[in-house]
């Protein structure tokens, strides 16, 4: 009946598969993890082979009533933050405040954790009713405190936080308070 069963088996191969190119596509199975867990079920989990870089859960940071001059801070210290802490919070901040003309002179308090009371007492910041630094306007300054160390100041930036480094997730030290002027 066929003269060439070459021409036979691409006639079968063309009407099984359309698409030639798709019938090599094939899939590698997704390689699995097994453990087993605390309660002794073994578990399985697929290996992640790619890097994903961590996302944000919480929403952007909004506008808010705040000191316009507060959001230029904001600007100013994240094109001088560095990819990583330089042990310098304090004193990036307070720089970038005074570039924005926040601040009339530079705040002279050496801690990190004592830039609250400075900064109301003689600069004219108010304490926002905010209790997780998210929800932190643009251009609000956090403060962070801690038992034995120096604190943490960072101010809070349209996708994140800023002091001497950048950061996508505030500081894990317990907060002190969110401040900002109207």
């Known amino acids: ?29 997704k390689r699995r993890f097994n453990y087993t867990d605390s309660s002794g ?9 790619r890097y994903y870089p961590k996302k944000m859960v919480q929403p952007f940071a909004g506008n808010s009533q705040v000191d316009p001059r507060l959001r ?3 600007t100013i210290a994240e094109e001088r933050a560095r990819a990583h802490s330089l042990s310098k ?5 307070k720089e970038a405040l005074v570039a ?18 400075e900064l109301v007492s003689k600069y004219g910041f108010k304490k926002l009713p905010v209790s997780n630094p998210y929800e932190a306007p643009v251009g609000a ?14 101010i809070r930036t349209e996708n994140g936080f800023v002091s001497d480094f950048r950061s996508k997730t ?4 317990p907060l002190i308070g969110v401040f900002a002027k109207g």
């Not at 300054?141 to 960072?154: I, M, S, T």
Request: one cysteine or more; aromatic letters at 8%.
């Open 141 to 154: 300054v956090l403060v962070y405190g801690g038992k034995r160390a120096a604190g943490h100041v960072e």
């Open 1 to 29: 009946m066929w003269r060439h069963p070459v021409i036979a088996i691409g006639f079968c191969c063309v009407a099984l598969c359309p698409r030639p190119a798709a019938a090599l596509n094939f899939s590698a199975p």
């Open 72 to 74: 230029r801070a904001a």
């Open 89 to 93: 919070c304090w004193r990036y901040v």
């Open 41 to 49: 079920q073994k578990q399985s989990v697929e290996i992640v082979d």
């Open 100 to 117: 924005a003309g926040v601040v009339s002179s530079r705040p002279k308090t050496p801690l990190a954790k004592q830039a609250a009371q």
């Open 170 to 173: 505030p500081s894990r030290r």
